[in-house]
């Protein structure tokens, strides 16, 4: 099972921030947060992870609260082209040789409006 | 670099037909894996395979086997097809971790049919 919760659905305004939030308060200490996304069916595309501090790169930024039980991902300034399902996954750090699979929820719809 | 490659991008099958889906990468990645997706699902992991000559089952393994024999190859195959594999396949590649998991990529899916 998922150990991640988010909404079904976002909507946002093209052109603004877009914050997706994420719930796991199961996480563990040796857990990662990942971000993948998923447009119109193709395959999904890694966007950022990120342990216990907030991280950024070219495409997004993500905060994880102090406690690690809660994480946003933020797209600075969403275009049509963000419209995707966004998924919110925790992966074991060691390597155990099996624990690299991806489990992926449903993830949250987030829909761009001009 | 072409990434991640899947072969045949689609694909209609009877019942009992079988099939071999190919999933090739250039990444020179160590581990490999194949999904589905089920329309309004999210994905879910068939079979992985963390080096060349090694497999192992993911969380839906039956009705399919795999094979690892080249490192850059996975191939998934469908024995005996159900219109319960009705599904899209993506296969994805990544770098073996040492104590951080590397991001996986995947590839375009191959959307099977079985009626």
């Not at chain 1, 939030?21 to 193709?42: A, D, L």
């Not at chain 1, 495409?59 to 998924?87: F, G, N, Q």
């Not at chain 2, 998934?76 to 993506?90: K, N």
């Amino acid at each position: 099972d998922a150990k991640t919760t988010q909404p079904p659905s976002m909507d946002c305004a093209e052109g603004r921030a877009a914050n997706l939030p994420c719930n796991h308060s199961t996480i563990s200490g040796n857990e990662y947060v990942y971000w993948y996304r998923q447009i119109h069916s193709q395959g999904p595309q890694y966007i950022i992870h990120g342990l216990k501090n907030n991280e950024t790169n070219e495409m997004a930024s993500l905060i994880i609260t102090e406690d690690r039980k809660s994480s946003t991902l933020i797209l600075p300034h969403a275009t049509l082209r963000d419209t995707a399902v966004y998924y919110c996954i925790v992966r074991v750090a060691s390597f155990q040789g099996g624990s690299e699979k991806l489990v992926f929820g449903k993830g949250m719809k987030l829909t761009v409006n001009p | 670099n072409a990434g991640v490659t899947q072969t045949p991008k689609f694909r209609v099958l009877k019942t009992g037909q079988s099939m071999t889906l190919l999933c090739a990468q250039d990444m020179n990645h160590e581990y490999m894996y194949w999904y589905r997706q089920d329309p309004g699902m999210g994905l879910r992991l068939i079979h992985y395979s963390v080096g060349e000559g090694t497999t192992a089952k993911g969380e839906v393994p039956d009705g399919y086997n795999v094979s690892r024999l080249k490192k850059q190859n996975f191939l998934l195959g469908l024995e005996s097809a159900a219109p319960s594999q009705t599904s899209v396949y993506f296969c994805a590649s990544s770098y073996a971790s040492d104590r951080t998991p590397y991001e996986q990529y995947f590839g375009p899916g191959t959307r099977l049919t079985v009626t």
